[in-house]
């Protein structure tokens, strides 16, 4: 600091300060020593050194903007520095040439920066035009590079073009035929391809090889759900612990904790997601799902149109969810940051909670146009402020929007909110093509068979109606009271007594005290069956 106080123009001394600030995790302080017009001064006379230079400091910038960074609103000057550091690579791979140096790894290093970029404008700023550009650049100098194989598919997969994203896996297979994302990546391609047997063989025989691979695991559950078999899960769960030498360790718990939450057992999904998030390799998917099961703990829809009833969490929840939002910060991008920041609001029940949520969900709309976690959460918060019309308005544009596993979860929950709107105001056909489509992608949506019930009970027909409600309460391992009663309910309508008991039965069981079954349903069907 002395020798600087006398040279505040020595870069090198400046860059050296900065880096050790950031190892101390001084990041404000280090990010306030770096002016990014001393490492672009275009009149002075470039050498290999002030170059190369120059690359570290703005890449540095770049990283310490970042990770500051928790606005809804993507941070332009994080790509703005990692763009001038391209710019600069190239100059350094062009000097290096010339002077004796490198150019195997000044191309190495621009293929790196190249990466980092399309990373950024595909994931922050939803630019995956230019992302695609800078991947064009950067597979020029390392055309197998996996990763950038990996993230060229996945930008495919985003645009909606399946070949291109085949292509390149297949590619990253070549390379690595043990390469767990692209084997995955292409399990989901088949999978959507109505291709499920070939997915399901693909999973199965990487499973087989290695129980404990818990990245592809993790995606095996998610497949298994969608094809409406997540119980047969179990088994490849108990042969990933047997193989696994700690049962503290992150993937299994990880994996644990999504087959929890799909199954609706919000406390064991809590324990196992709090020992994934210990690695940083789980932290942020784990540490999204708790603040979705303390601010959702039945995982049910959280507002419906019919009686305009809202499930909000306990005080308690919702503090613990405050406290998770925490640690995501400079870890996860700013939209999806403010989403979760949003939710926390809307069901904090904080004087002015909703208001300061439609805010920023609105700026992430005025700069990411159709994000769908932001649409999904704004027409929450309407229906929440008694605009119906608005909410509507929103759930028409998710609904609008092709298939994609990336969202997947997000238009899901999308439709069922607008089935249930429709079916409240007796627009029982549209709702029913959306709580279809539910069902064509995930066969284990119990809301959807659950919702179609309801759609025929209104109808009058009770022994369909029946067949749906059954399902729904299948899909939930005969656990769900709500369903339960409504299926007791309706197979006594369609004169099945004793399936209607049998139904009561169960739930007095698991539910001792659960209202108004007893009198209103079992002594009924007992007494018509006599």
């Given at each position: 600091e002395q020798y600087l106080a006398k040279n505040p123009k020595?870069?090198?001394?400046?860059?050296?300060?900065?880096?050790?600030?950031?190892?101390?995790?001084?990041?404000?302080e280090s990010e306030a020593i770096l002016d990014p017009q001393d490492f672009a001064d275009e009149y002075a006379a470039p050498t290999l050194a002030s170059l190369?230079?120059?690359?570290?400091?703005?890449?540095?910038?770049?990283?310490?903007?970042?990770?500051?960074?928790?606005?809804?609103?993507?941070?332009?000057?994080?790509?703005?520095?990692?763009?001038?550091?391209?710019?600069f690579q190239r100059e350094v791979i062009e000097k290096a040439k010339k002077e004796s140096g490198d150019p195997q790894a000044a191309r190495a290093k621009l293929v790196d920066l190249n990466y980092e970029l399309a990373k950024y404008l595909s994931s922050f700023e939803r630019n995956e035009a230019e992302a695609n550009q800078r991947l064009k650049e950067a597979l020029q100098y390392d055309p197998e590079s996996e990763r950038l194989l990996l993230l060229a598919a996945r930008l495919a997969l985003m645009a909606g073009d399946k070949g291109a994203a085949e292509a390149r896996l297949i590619a990253a297979l070549r390379v690595n035929p043990s390469n767990n994302d692209a084997s995955a990546m292409i399990c989901e391609i088949l999978a959507t391809k109505d291709e499920p047997q070939k997915a399901f063989a693909q999973f199965r025989k990487i499973l087989d090889e290695r129980p404990d691979n818990?990245?592809?695991?993790?995606?095996?559950?998610?497949?298994?759900?969608?094809?409406?078999?997540?119980?047969?899960?179990?088994?490849?769960?108990?042969?990933?612990?047997?193989?696994?030498?700690?049962?503290?360790?992150?993937?299994?718990?990880?994996?644990?904790?999504?087959f929890a939450k799909y199954m609706r057992n919000s406390q064991d999904a809590l324990n196992a997601f709090n020992k994934a998030k210990r690695n940083s390799s789980y932290l942020v998917e784990s540490i999204s799902n708790m603040i979705d099961l303390y601010l959702n703990p039945d995982q049910d829809m959280i507002y419906t149109s019919a009686d305009e009833n809202v499930k909000l969490p306990d005080p308690e929840n919702v503090k613990s969810a405050e406290n998770l939002l925490k640690e995501l910060i400079g870890r996860v991008n700013p939209a999806m940051y403010t989403v979760l920041e949003a939710y926390i609001l809307i069901l904090g029940k904080t004087k002015g909670?909703?208001?300061?949520?439609?805010?920023?969900l609105g700026e992430i709309i005025q700069t990411k146009g159709q994000y769908v976690p932001a649409l999904l959460a704004?027409?929450?918060?309407?229906?929440?402020?008694?605009k119906p019309n608005d909410a509507k308005s929103y759930l028409k544009v998710i609904a609008q929007r092709p298939y994609s596993v990336d969202i997947a979860e997000e238009l899901e929950r999308a439709w069922l909110l607008y089935a249930e709107s429709f079916i409240a105001g007796q627009k029982l056909d549209v709702a029913e093509e959306l709580l279809k489509?539910?069902?064509?992608?995930?066969?284990?949506?119990?809301?959807?068979?659950?919702?179609?019930?309801?759609?025929?009970?209104?109808?009058?027909?009770?022994?369909?109606?029946?067949?749906?409600?059954?399902?729904?309460?299948?899909?939930?391992?005969?656990?769900?009271?709500?369903i339960g009663y409504r299926l007791a309910h309706n197979y006594l309508k369609a004169r099945k007594f004793v399936e209607s008991i049998t139904i009561c039965q169960r739930i007095l069981e698991l539910y001792p005290n659960f209202p108004k079954i007893e009198k209103e349903i079992l002594v009924k069907a007992r007494e018509s069956l006599r």
């Open positions: 020595d870069l090198d001394i400046q860059l050296d300060k900065a880096r050790l600030l950031v190892k101390v995790r001084r990041f404000r190369t230079r120059s690359v570290e400091a703005f890449t540095l910038i770049a990283r310490l903007r970042q990770k500051q960074s928790v606005t809804a609103v993507p941070d332009p000057t994080v790509s703005d520095a990692l763009l001038k550091a391209v710019e818990f990245l592809i695991l993790a995606r095996f559950i998610d497949f298994l759900r969608r094809r409406g078999n997540l119980s047969e899960a179990r088994s490849f769960l108990t042969r990933a612990e047997q193989r696994s030498a700690n049962p503290n360790e992150a993937g299994l718990n990880y994996c644990k904790g999504i909670g909703l208001e300061a949520a439609i805010s920023k704004l027409s929450l918060a309407k229906f929440m402020g008694k489509k539910c069902l064509r992608y995930n066969m284990s949506c119990g809301k959807a068979e659950e919702l179609l019930g309801v759609i025929r009970e209104k109808e009058n027909k009770f022994a369909e109606s029946s067949q749906h409600y059954e399902r729904a309460w299948l899909i939930y391992e005969e656990k769900a009271p709500s």
